[in-house]
């Protein structure tokens, strides 16, 4: 990602939302360091880290629910098995 897309995301706070909208967590981390090492505005760092942390929160329940589904067939499979 180049430096003039990060500064257009980083703009204004309407920007930042809606370049938001459409970023995956590895881009969130690329524009967290950005702002963090230059205008290092509060209330935009905090935003996008509320972005990552909602992304991964996704991420986790999606593993988590997998999970679970796999255990319970494994212990349907079981249970016709014995």
Request: one cysteine or more; hydrophobic letters at 45%; charged letters at 35%.
């Given at each position: 990602?180049?430096?003039?897309?990060?500064?257009?995301?980083?703009?204004?706070?309407?920007?930042?939302?809606?370049?938001?909208?459409?970023?995956?967590?590895?881009?969130?981390?690329?524009?967290?360091?950005?702002?963090?090492?230059?205008?290092?505005?509060?209330?935009?760092?905090?935003?996008?880290?509320?972005?990552?942390?909602?992304?991964?929160?996704?991420?986790?329940?999606?593993?988590?629910?997998?999970?679970?589904?796999?255990?319970r067939v494994e212990r349907k499979?079981?249970?016709?098995?014995?």
């Amino acid at each position: 990602m180049a430096a003039p897309e990060l500064d257009l995301a980083l703009k204004n706070w309407t920007a930042l939302n809606i370049w938001l909208k459409g970023a995956d967590l590895s881009e969130c981390l690329i524009l967290l360091d950005f702002e963090r090492n230059h205008a290092a505005r509060r209330e935009f760092l905090l935003r996008i880290h509320a972005r990552m942390n909602r992304l991964r929160r996704g991420m986790e329940r999606k593993a988590l629910s997998e999970h679970a589904r796999t255990q319970r067939v494994e212990r349907k499979a079981k249970k016709r098995r014995a």
